[in-house]
């Protein structure tokens, strides 16, 4: 189960116990399953909601989860209301609960970071810096939690099993459970001496930061997971993963569209009518392109080969020109006679040099 508890309860970080418990109940009885029959979507929002509260009513995950945004013990289901996560569990479940005790390391929790690239450092491929808060095995005490030179002890409330058997009395009348030993935690041992630096967590939050080879081809918006590279776990449990969302900058002259590149090219309107060769700066240097005499705006020219890699398989996407001939503004008197002289030669009808009727109208009112 993800996400943010506070979110899923729609709560602020700041929520006192009573705001956490308050805002559960409303949410539970909204997504209980009896209120939604056959719902599948209130009944994985149900389960979210259970859990959220479940870390948020223990003062020792809460804490946690606040410092190190860490949801622990994923095993059991909670109990906030006098035995609902077993009603739950035996009506959607396996109909009578086994809370599991946390057996082995816990694994540290998912990271998540955002890498900025320019825009050729995505086209082509790049090693990157990242850099992270996270946590990092405690160096003082390799990661046991306990001062050196001192050691762990065996629980002697659940006698090392993690677990403690309880009855409970629920909605549907007595149940016998098994639940995390509260002294222990669920882990079967406890730490008399906590070391000083991690504060018996075995751990520490600090920064980080590591080389990252970026495929040539990544694009804006991707998310690279890196196994193993999240938050280790506490007492020497696994690191979880780091999510890096990829960032872009976008280009002065190109954009992307899929494989693509794009770049407008303006072309003055004496090239656009008789045609010219031009040297054009690409992402790889210089590219002699041809514009064709007599072409028109909207016009595309497509040099195979010369776009974004292909992130699977090999080759890249095309170059694409796409031509916007500009027309001349400011022409001197001399200039506006020719093509004056250019329209009437091609019989073609344009406003007479006082602005004609339009223009008397205009500048009358203006
Ligand atoms: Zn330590
Ligand atoms: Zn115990």
Same mark, same amino acid.
């Given at each position: 189960?993800?996400?943010?508890?506070?979110? @899923?309860?729609?709560?602020?970080?700041?929520?006192?116990?009573?705001?956490?418990?308050?805002?559960?109940?409303?949410?539970?009885?909204?997504?209980?399953?009896?209120?939604?029959?056959?719902?599948?979507?209130?009944?994985? +929002?149900?389960?979210? @909601?259970?859990?959220?509260?479940?870390?948020?009513?223990?003062?020792?995950?809460?804490?946690?989860?606040? $410092?190190?945004?860490?949801?622990?013990?994923?095993?059991?289901?909670?109990?906030?209301?006098?035995?609902?996560?077993? @009603?739950?569990?035996?009506?959607?479940?396996?109909?009578?609960?086994?809370?599991?005790? $946390?057996?082995?390391?816990?694994?540290?929790?998912?990271?998540?970071?955002?890498? =900025?690239?320019?825009?050729?450092?995505?086209?082509?491929?790049?090693? +990157?810096?990242?850099?992270?808060?996270?946590?990092?095995?405690?160096?003082?005490? %390799?990661?046991?939690?306990?001062?050196?030179?001192?050691?762990?002890?065996?629980?002697?409330?659940?006698?090392?099993?993690?677990?403690?058997?309880?009855? $409970?009395?629920?909605?549907?009348?007595?149940?016998?459970?098994?639940?995390?030993?509260?002294?222990?935690?669920?882990?079967?041992?406890? @730490?008399? %001496?906590?070391?000083?630096?991690?504060?018996?967590?075995?751990?520490?939050?600090?920064?980080?930061?590591?080389?990252?080879?970026?495929?040539?081809?990544?694009?804006?918006?991707?998310?690279?997971?890196?196994?193993?590279?999240?938050?280790?776990?506490?007492?020497?449990?696994?690191?979880?993963?780091?999510?890096?969302?990829?960032?872009?900058?976008?280009?002065? =002259?190109?954009?992307?569209?899929?494989?693509?590149?794009?770049?407008?090219?303006?072309?003055?309107?004496?090239?656009?009518?008789?045609?010219?060769?031009?040297?054009?700066?690409?992402?790889?240097?210089? %590219?002699?392109?041809?514009?064709? +005499?007599?072409?028109?705006?909207? =016009?595309?020219?497509?040099?195979?080969?010369?776009?974004?890699?292909?992130?699977?398989?090999?080759?890249?996407?095309?170059?694409?020109? %796409?031509?916007?001939?500009?027309?001349?503004?400011?022409?001197?008197?001399?200039?506006?006679?020719?093509?004056?002289?250019?329209?009437?030669?091609? +019989?073609?009808?344009?406003?007479?040099?006082?602005?004609?009727?339009?223009?008397?109208?205009?500048?009358?009112?203006?």
């Amino acid at each position: 189960m993800q996400g943010d508890p506070y979110e @899923i309860l729609q709560l602020q970080r700041n929520a006192s116990p009573e705001e956490i418990k308050k805002s559960y109940r409303r949410l539970a009885r909204e997504f209980h399953p009896d209120a939604n029959p056959d719902d599948p979507e209130a009944e994985k +929002k149900f389960k979210e @909601i259970a859990f959220a509260y479940e870390i948020l009513s223990d003062p020792e995950r809460k804490s946690r989860y606040d $410092r190190f945004g860490d949801i622990g013990d994923t095993s059991s289901m909670g109990d906030p209301f006098g035995g609902i996560g077993d @009603i739950f569990e035996s009506f959607f479940g396996s109909g009578f609960t086994q809370s599991r005790r $946390r057996s082995g390391p816990v694994q540290g929790q998912d990271l998540e970071t955002s890498l =900025h690239l320019a825009f050729d450092e995505a086209v082509f491929g790049c090693e +990157k810096e990242v850099k992270i808060k996270t946590a990092l095995a405690c160096n003082s005490c %390799e990661a046991t939690g306990a001062s050196p030179g001192s050691s762990r002890d065996t629980c002697t409330v659940c006698k090392g099993t993690g677990q403690v058997q309880q009855v $409970r009395q629920s909605l549907l009348g007595q149940m016998m459970t098994s639940a995390a030993c509260n002294a222990c935690g669920g882990m079967g041992w406890v @730490i008399p %001496e906590p070391c000083q630096v991690c504060g018996g967590e075995g751990r520490n939050v600090e920064n980080d930061s590591f080389l990252v080879q970026v495929t040539a081809g990544v694009d804006d918006g991707t998310t690279l997971r890196l196994t193993g590279r999240g938050a280790v776990g506490p007492w020497g449990g696994p690191a979880g993963d780091l999510y890096v969302q990829i960032r872009v900058e976008n280009h002065q =002259h190109f954009e992307r569209v899929g494989y693509d590149l794009v770049r407008v090219l303006p072309v003055k309107m004496t090239q656009a009518i008789l045609g010219i060769e031009m040297e054009i700066e690409t992402l790889d240097g210089s %590219e002699s392109v041809v514009i064709p +005499k007599g072409v028109a705006s909207g =016009h595309v020219i497509r040099i195979r080969g010369k776009g974004v890699p292909h992130l699977q398989g090999r080759g890249r996407g095309d170059l694409l020109f %796409e031509v916007i001939v500009e027309t001349p503004t400011n022409l001197t008197s001399e200039e506006e006679k020719f093509i004056r002289d250019f329209a009437g030669s091609r +019989k073609e009808e344009v406003t007479p040099p006082d602005g004609g009727i339009i223009g008397k109208f205009r500048s009358a009112f203006s």
